[in-house]
């Protein structure tokens, strides 16, 4: 059974008069335990989709099924099983970080000691100890950040929304955000959703990547498939000395683009064959000095899906 199964979801917002398409038959699955991305540019229903699944907002056609349930009609149920972490957060301002959790907790249906224990988890999980006193509105963005994240494994749920998990964060608590997520989905074994703006993010946290492109759901595989599917190839530089025919580079099979600097070339191709040797056996009448190779990554992805 699939954690989340979407069928032909559409979502419109009425502006003034006027009614505005945001999502368009969106269709896709959500493996238990899997790492699922939901990418995109700027305004292309991320946030839209993810309060959808989430079941902060209603589709206004198709079919969503969370956890084995319809998440039109059994919305408490899942609820109760799911959590969401904001990219905006938002808390009582005058509560402080633990009195801010305590009371999650307790929307959450917990009480006596497991409450307490599952606030001081959460506290110690994300290093909020030395703010725990503090009030919400005392908090650097970062912080307030943590503490929506801290908030989305209070009830241990089997679906963790993430939405721009680590914007705002300085990059080491960044990092040690993602390897905290990493850690929570491996130990738990629970599924991720997350939306995000930093590519090697998703490269790095991410199993299968949604890519959204005006609400139209415009590529959906793993980052490995992504590139290739999108034939974006590796990046190879070669300084090398004496004399060499571009041309010989220019029709080798795989070869997409050629760009010749002095003493050096520029090359785009495709990895997958035997494209490799080929164009270093074009440089067999000259010395090669020095080579680099780029692999492509979901940077380029995303730009080209973006245009
Ligand atoms: N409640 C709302 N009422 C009217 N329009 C809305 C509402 N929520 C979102 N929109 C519009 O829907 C579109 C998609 O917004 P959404 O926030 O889902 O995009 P996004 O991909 O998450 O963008 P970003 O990367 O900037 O966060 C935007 O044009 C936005 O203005």
Same mark, same amino acid.
């Given at each position: 059974?699939?954690?989340? @199964?979407?069928?032909?979801?559409?979502?419109?917002? /009425?502006?003034?008069?006027? =009614?505005?398409?945001?999502? %368009?038959?969106?269709?896709?699955?959500?493996?238990?335990?899997? #790492?699922?991305?939901?990418?995109?540019?700027? !305004?292309?229903?991320?946030?839209?989709?993810?309060?959808?699944?989430?079941?902060?907002?209603?589709?206004?056609?198709?079919?969503?099924?969370?956890?084995? /349930?319809?998440?039109?009609?059994?919305?408490?149920?899942?609820?109760?099983?799911?959590?969401?972490?904001?990219?905006?957060?938002? %808390? +009582?301002?005058?509560?402080?970080?633990? $009195?801010?959790? @305590?009371?999650?907790?307790?929307?959450?249906?917990?009480?006596?000691?497991?409450?307490?224990?599952? #606030?001081?988890?959460?506290?110690?999980?994300?290093?909020?100890?030395?703010?725990?006193?503090?009030?919400?509105?005392?908090?650097?963005? !970062?912080?307030?950040?943590? #503490?929506?994240?801290?908030?989305?494994?209070?009830? @241990?749920?089997?679906?963790?929304?993430?939405?721009?998990?680590?914007?705002?964060?300085?990059?080491?608590?960044?990092?040690?955000? @993602?390897?905290?997520?990493?850690?929570?989905?491996?130990?738990?074994?629970?599924?991720?959703?997350?939306?995000?703006?930093?590519?090697?993010?998703?490269?790095?946290?991410?199993?299968?990547?949604?890519?959204?492109?005006? !609400?139209?759901?415009?590529?959906?595989?793993?980052?490995?498939?992504?590139?290739?599917?999108?034939?974006?190839?590796?990046?190879?530089?070669?300084?090398?000395?004496? #004399?060499?025919?571009?041309?010989?580079?220019?029709?080798? +099979?795989?070869?997409?683009?050629?760009?010749?600097?002095?003493? /050096?070339? =520029?090359?785009?191709?495709?990895?997958? !064959?035997?494209? %490799?040797?080929?164009?270093?056996?074009?440089?067999?009448?000259?010395?090669?000095?020095?080579?680099?190779? $780029?692999?492509?990554?979901? $940077?380029?992805? %995303?730009?080209?899906?973006?245009?």
């Amino acid at each position: 059974m699939p954690a989340l @199964r979407a069928e032909k979801i559409c979502k419109s917002f /009425r502006r003034l008069f006027k =009614e505005k398409m945001i999502l %368009f038959d969106i269709s896709l699955s959500i493996e238990e335990g899997e #790492v699922f991305g939901i990418l995109g540019p700027n !305004g292309a229903g991320k946030t839209t989709l993810m309060s959808i699944f989430s079941t902060l907002i209603r589709p206004d056609g198709g079919s969503l099924e969370v956890l084995g /349930r319809d998440a039109l009609r059994d919305t408490h149920a899942i609820r109760e099983r799911i959590n969401i972490s904001s990219g905006n957060p938002n %808390f +009582p301002w005058s509560l402080t970080v633990r $009195e801010n959790l @305590r009371h999650s907790a307790m929307l959450y249906g917990l009480y006596g000691r497991s409450l307490y224990r599952s #606030v001081d988890d959460a506290i110690s999980a994300f290093e909020l100890g030395p703010q725990s006193d503090a009030k919400f509105e005392t908090l650097s963005t !970062g912080q307030k950040q943590r #503490v929506s994240l801290a908030k989305s494994i209070l009830n @241990r749920p089997q679906i963790l929304f993430l939405d721009e998990p680590t914007s705002g964060l300085d990059p080491e608590m960044a990092m040690k955000t @993602r390897d905290l997520i990493k850690k929570i989905y491996q130990e738990e074994e629970i599924t991720v959703v997350l939306t995000t703006h930093y590519m090697p993010e998703a490269e790095e946290l991410c199993d299968r990547i949604a890519f959204l492109r005006e !609400g139209r759901l415009a590529a959906l595989g793993t980052p490995k498939e992504l590139k290739r599917a999108l034939q974006i190839g590796h990046r190879i530089t070669i300084e090398y000395q004496g #004399v060499i025919d571009p041309v010989r580079l220019r029709i080798i +099979p795989g070869v997409m683009e050629v760009r010749e600097l002095s003493g /050096r070339v =520029e090359m785009i191709f495709d990895h997958s !064959g035997r494209t %490799f040797s080929t164009i270093i056996k074009a440089f067999d009448g000259a010395d090669i000095l020095d080579i680099e190779i $780029e692999q492509p990554d979901l $940077e380029d992805v %995303f730009l080209e899906l973006a245009r």
